[in-house]
């Protein structure tokens, strides 16, 4: 049996530090240097965060740029790929200020320094953008097939908060190039690069997003484009849903976590401000800022929420929140896995109704504290949750 982690009796801090430790696993954290940041961050401390998590990614990239110095290049790699995801936390409880400076200069060294990472990943990758509209999306592509074949393809869409390097990393990209996958990884509105360099924030019809990623992989001669898998994660797993219904190219769909509507965790969060927000917004305002004055993950969710919708104020959010969701599950042919976690703390119950929504192939899996991957997305338990959920991938793929 697992037993209870817990660095912070705070759920939203102690959840976030176990995400980021849980990477380890991939080589972009190590135990000790996220154990320090716990002990030296109070709960409800974002600055405090910020500048453990920045000052520890500096550390740690100089070193690496010390060891490529001297011809150290494992070493350097090594550390390139640990700083990008310290860089990565370093902005988690500083957007109250969407114009804050440090965000953009987080993301950016998050980003540079993962590419410096790059040449010591064990699968080649390609930095490029895919047309999308009037502009371009940031995407990585990971060359898991071998040369002269065509490979299956999984797509990875991140959620509310992540970005395409944490796909890679965190997301079991790394494990599904292992297994012959080409990878492709996403910053889509709303997301990392995308949102902070382009102020591209989420919008409702999430296939007008997916539809070109797919048609990009049709340009490719190393594509298999019968065999193409889509994954959305957290909150990415409702827009790759909506997509789905749209997108009948995709062949095989994982819903990590499941949900077709926000709605769930506006009501469990914030009761009764979701009808204020329509109704009566400066009340909404008021409530809401009220009811997540003592919680921190509450005063994120508020705060992340204006910046990734770019929303004036709380109740702008929660409108724009909640118009995310989709009623046409029905319309999904690709063949779909749900998932579910028994300590699911943002959208209980919601996995479930997707499930029943599907008419098409489909399965329905909830990770279970028994085998320790009893965390929203799996947080914490990274490579047995990829070993699921890739088996399954693997068994859909060769029928």
């Not at 860089?87 to 988690?92: E, I, Q, V």
């Not at 190393?222 to 219904?245: C, F, K, P, Q, W």
């Not at 469990?268 to 003592?294: M, Q, T, V």
Request: charged share 25%.
């Amino acid at each position: 049996m697992c037993r209870r982690v817990a660095f912070y009796d705070d759920a939203s801090y102690n959840f976030e530090i176990i995400r980021t430790l849980s990477h380890a696993v991939n080589g972009a954290a190590d135990i000790n240097e996220c154990m320090n940041v716990a002990e030296n961050v109070s709960a409800g401390d974002g600055e405090a965060w910020y500048r453990e998590f920045m000052n520890l990614a500096e550390r740690v990239e100089i070193f690496g740029n010390q060891c490529e110095s001297r011809g150290h290049l494992l070493s350097a790699y090594s550390s390139y790929l640990r700083a990008s995801n310290y860089y990565r936390m370093a902005d988690f409880y500083i957007h109250a200020n969407p114009s804050d400076e440090r965000i953009k200069d987080c993301s950016r060294h998050a980003i540079v320094a993962f590419k410096k990472a790059a040449p010591g990943f064990r699968h080649p990758m390609e930095c490029f953008q895919i047309p999308y509209e009037k502009n371009r999306m940031p995407a990585y592509f990971l060359k898991g097939g071998k040369p002269g074949t065509k490979a299956p393809v999984f797509i990875i869409f991140n959620g509310f908060d992540g970005n395409k390097e944490e796909s890679i990393y965190g997301n079991h990209g790394f494990a599904a190039a292992d297994r012959g996958y080409h990878v492709l990884a996403v910053d889509g509105p709303g997301q990392g690069e995308f949102l902070r360099e382009q102020n591209h924030y989420f919008r409702p019809d999430y296939e007008a997003v997916v539809t070109p990623v797919v048609d990009y992989l049709y340009t490719r001669e190393d594509v298999d484009t019968d065999r193409i898998a889509l994954m959305g994660v957290s909150l990415g797993g409702l827009l790759v849903g909506s997509a789905a219904a749209h997108e009948n190219r995709i062949k095989a769909l994982i819903a990590n976590s499941g949900l077709t509507s926000t709605k769930t965790y506006v009501d469990l969060a914030f009761p009764k401000i979701g009808e204020l927000a329509y109704s009566d917004p400066a009340r909404c305002n008021e409530l809401s800022r009220k009811i997540a004055e003592n919680d921190s993950g509450k005063r994120w969710a508020l705060e992340n929420g204006r910046f990734v919708f770019g929303a004036e104020d709380n109740a702008g959010f929660i409108r724009k929140y909640l118009e995310l969701g989709f009623d046409d599950a029905h319309k999904i042919t690709a063949t779909t896995l749900v998932l579910d976690s028994d300590g699911e703390h943002f959208f209980p119950g919601c996995a479930e109704e997707m499930y029943n929504q599907l008419t098409c192939p489909k399965t329905l899996m909830v990770m279970t504290k028994r085998e320790c991957v009893q965390f929203h997305c799996q947080a914490g338990g990274e490579l047995y949750g990829g070993q699921l959920i890739l088996n399954w991938l693997d068994e859909i793929f060769r029928s």
